[in-house]
């Protein structure tokens, strides 16, 4: 039974790229949450989807950053443009509204901004 | 501005003894929480929850606390083992089994269990 995946792994890049992380959410699951992890801020919400419908976007930092899910099985976070403080591990989690507020997390994405 | 708070950012406990997280909220109307385990280079996985109709949950060596009066919530590790070696996140929530399902989480705690 595969969890959540999400792709790639790791990024490497220079200021000024663009850069798009992916999440397959487990299947049958509704909904979907990005999160940043950094140390200073610690696992801070980015935005979530209910049934492919962004709910809350109020923690993506900036214009710079947005977030698409045009099916249920698939979602994209991107920067463009990217800047060294955007670097951080970049976690993608799903979850079953029907269920509790239990929310499943894939390994992440360790993007590194130069 | 944070609504969930662990104060200490490491713990370290000898195998076989008790370990003890702690995790403080400001929000009243949270009304269920969950810990959450994270090793390197994984995704956070889920260990125990409780909500805010009990005070305690039980599963195996976790147990988890809740104070609602002090917003006060703990999670024991009775006996710690050397694979606890994790850092641990506090997670809390507004809508208990509703449809938004959005958590709030603490900066964690990082657990470390000598053998």
Redesign the interface.
């Known amino acids: 039974d595969a969890g959540?995946i999400q792709s790639p792994r790791h990024e490497v890049t220079e200021m000024g790229q663009e850069v798009t992380l992916r999440c397959k959410p487990i299947s049958g699951h509704n909904?979907l949450?990005w999160?940043r992890q950094t140390m200073m801020?610690?696992?801070?919400?980015l935005i979530?989807f209910?049934n492919n419908v962004p709910?809350?976007d109020s923690g993506m930092p900036e214009d710079r950053f947005s977030a698409k899910m045009p099916n249920a099985s698939f979602s994209t976070l991107k920067i463009q443009p990217s800047e060294p403080r955007d670097s951080a591990v970049y976690?993608c989690?799903s979850?079953n509204?029907g269920?509790?507020?239990?929310?499943?997390?894939?390994?992440?994405t360790r993007l590194t901004v130069l | 501005d944070q609504q969930v708070k662990q104060n200490s950012p490491s713990l370290s406990v000898q195998e076989g003894r008790i370990s003890i997280l702690n995790c403080d909220y400001t929000n009243s109307m949270f009304d269920?929480f969950?810990w959450?385990k994270k090793y390197p280079?994984?995704?956070?996985?889920?260990l125990i929850?409780i909500s805010s109709i009990k005070d305690k949950n039980e599963d195996g060596r976790f147990t988890v606390f809740l104070n609602k009066s002090a917003k006060h919530l703990s999670l024991h590790i009775v006996p710690s083992q050397p694979g606890d070696s994790a850092v641990y996140?506090c997670a809390a929530?507004f809508?208990?089994?509703?449809?938004?399902?959005?958590?709030?989480?603490?900066?964690?705690t990082k657990l470390s269990v000598k053998p």
């Open positions: 959540v909904s949450f999160y801020r610690g696992l801070e919400l979530y209910n709910i809350d976690f989690a979850r509204s269920s509790y507020n239990e929310q499943f997390f894939g390994p992440g | 269920y969950l959450y280079a994984e995704g956070p996985t889920f929850s996140f929530s809508d208990y089994g509703g449809s938004q399902g959005n958590l709030i989480f603490g900066k964690g």
